[in-house]
């Protein structure tokens, strides 16, 4: 069984700060993540995926990920954070293992940026 | 290009009411998966279609079932509605069953009362 866990439900940052939302994961054989952000009353808009080769993963909107495999993590951080950054953001992991590709998706991390 | 689009957007039921939920997929896209999302909760995965077949199936009971057309639009239906069934239904389009990003409509608020 595939498990992702969101350790926060809230992060607080001030707007021009460096920001981390945490993930970590659980499954069998190699791990596909993802991270995707959703807006009050909208779906989930995709950031950025790890599938395989360089650690560091760039995505949308300034957003980075560093896949870890020996922490089972997979950490979304941004530089220097934005008021517009504010949202609800979740971390989902999937793997080869058992045929299919449905992802698992975390609880959710509330991110609010303060002017 | 046209993204996710799912109708309706919003929606009020009674229990033991049925009700039917409609996506239409990214152009191009061909695999439609459908998500339960309950308040302050994480999306749930109910199923997955693709080439009008159910392929993969969440731990939901069969009151909730679907349908995929041929041009690779999606009916989510669920019967005898229970007051937990209120949530955020999202409908997630991508190519393939492979293990690529989901682009994901607004979803459809169903509150049963």
């Known amino acids: 069984a595939q498990s992702v866990a969101q350790p926060e439900d809230q992060v607080n940052v001030a707007e021009g700060n460096p920001l981390t939302v945490k993930c970590t994961y659980s499954?069998?054989?190699?791990?596909?993540l993802f991270w995707y952000v959703q807006y009050p009353n909208r779906g989930l808009q995709f950031l950025l995926k790890y599938i395989t080769g360089d650690n560091l993963v760039k995505g949308s909107y300034g957003f980075e990920a560093e896949f870890n495999k020996s922490q089972t993590s997979f950490h979304l951080k941004k530089p220097s954070a934005l008021v517009s950054d504010s949202a609800l953001y979740f971390c989902a992991v999937t793997s080869s293992s058992g045929g299919s590709y449905i992802p698992t998706f975390g609880r959710g991390t509330s991110l609010i940026v303060h002017p | 290009d046209a993204g996710v689009t799912q109708s309706p957007t919003h929606l009020i039921k009674t229990r033991g009411q049925q009700v039917t939920l409609r996506c239409s997929p990214k152009?191009?896209?061909?695999?439609v998966s459908w998500y339960q999302q309950a308040l302050g909760q994480g999306p749930q995965f109910i199923f997955q279609?693709?080439?009008?077949?159910?392929?993969q199936r969440g731990n939901f009971p069969d009151r909730f079932s679907g349908h995929q057309f041929p041009n690779y639009s999606s009916e989510l239906n669920v019967n005898a509605l229970l007051l937990g069934d209120s949530a955020l239904y999202l409908c997630?389009?991508?190519?393939?069953?492979?293990?690529?990003?989901?682009?994901f409509g607004e979803g459809s608020r169903l509150t049963v009362l």
């Open positions: 997630a389009s991508s190519l393939g069953m492979g293990p690529g990003e989901l682009f």
């Open positions: 279609y693709y080439e009008e077949e159910e392929r």
């Open positions: 499954v069998s054989g190699n791990p596909y």
């Open positions: 152009s191009g896209h061909d695999t």
